[in-house]
């Protein structure tokens, strides 16, 4: 048996218990994961409470979680790319918030010695969505982009990845937060009402490409600066579909390596940092969900189940 965290119904994380599970095993071209580390992020606590249902319907008893670093303890049939003993990162196809899990060799990569556990399970989720929507807006060398909620999860990546493709970023964020990027060469601003005239004030002839990973609003700002909705894309506002924008969902353990790749090479060469703000036990998933929803972080919030 092995640990895992479940909830039965929707609800807040007063549904959430940690129960003992048989450890699943993997089928032809999986790998079973014993996980060491499990990232938490804002749809987590969205799925639980049912606001994702229309989107991603659960069965219960369900578990939270898709990031994830662990060690290969199980081979399924057919597997070649990886081995029992290897230690990997990436995406994984049932829910992380536990002691075993299941992924496809074509969500993972091996974990370089040089990072941390808690940093490995980190990177899937929010790394690859960066990576995936700012080749979707196309962002290039000497362009100006927008990211909404810059200090956030998916944005903190964004932002990092798209200043190492050249780009100049302007980040909106809490003032809290305007230091933090600075660090990594972010221009911020902060959010609400005046938000085009801030902008305007930094790049008079608005921007390139538009990243909302907010979902505070900010799409018609957003068009305005842009100068059309063709290259503003939203992670969030599923609503303002109807605008033209451009809407993004990442599906959590469908492949990702090639991404994932790159953003190791960017934090090798030190282009990329994954500050962490907390770890946390399985036993305090609700407290890390809780901290996650409060939206005050000073870097990601990992879970180390072992």
Known sequence: MSL?????????????????????????GEVRLAVRAAGVNPVDWKILSGSM???????????????????????????????VGDE??????????????????????????????EVAGTLAGPGI???????????ARGETLLVHAAAGGVGTFAVQIA????????????EANHARLRSFGVEPVTYGPGLVERVR?????????????????????????AGGPERVLSLVAFDAADTGIQIHMTE???????????????????RLSVPIHRAYSLDEAATALEVSRSGHLGGKLVLLPA
Not at 4 to 28: C, E, H, I, K, N
Not at 252 to 270: K, M, R, S
Request: proline residues 9%; negative net charge; glycine residues 12%.
């Open 53 to 83: 249902r229309q989107v991603m319907p659960l069965r219960f008893p369900a578990g939270l979680g898709s990031d994830v670093a662990g060690v290969v303890d199980r081979v399924g049939e057919g597997v070649t790319a990886f081995g």
């Open 252 to 270: 959590p353990g469908a492949g990702g390596a090639d991404a994932l790749g790159h953003i190791l090479a960017l934090i090798d060469e030190g």
């Open 88 to 117: 990997v990162l990436g995406a994984s196809v049932t829910p992380s918030y536990a002691q075993s899990a299941l992924a496809t060799p074509s969500a993972l990569v091996a974990r370089p010695a040089s990072v941390p556990w």
């Open 129 to 139: 969505t960066a990576w995936e929507t700012l080749n979707k807006l196309e962002v």
């Open 163 to 174: 200043i190492a493709r050249g780009a100049r970023v302007i980040g909106t964020a809490s």
């Open 4 to 28: 895992a965290v479940q909830f039965s119904d929707y609800g807040t994380t007063d549904v959430l218990r940690v129960v003992d599970v048989p450890p699943p095993d993997p089928g032809p």
């Open 201 to 225: 004030a930094l790049s008079p002839t608005g921007v390139d490409a538009v990243l909302d990973a907010s979902g505070r609003g900010e799409i018609p700002d957003s068009i305005e600066l």
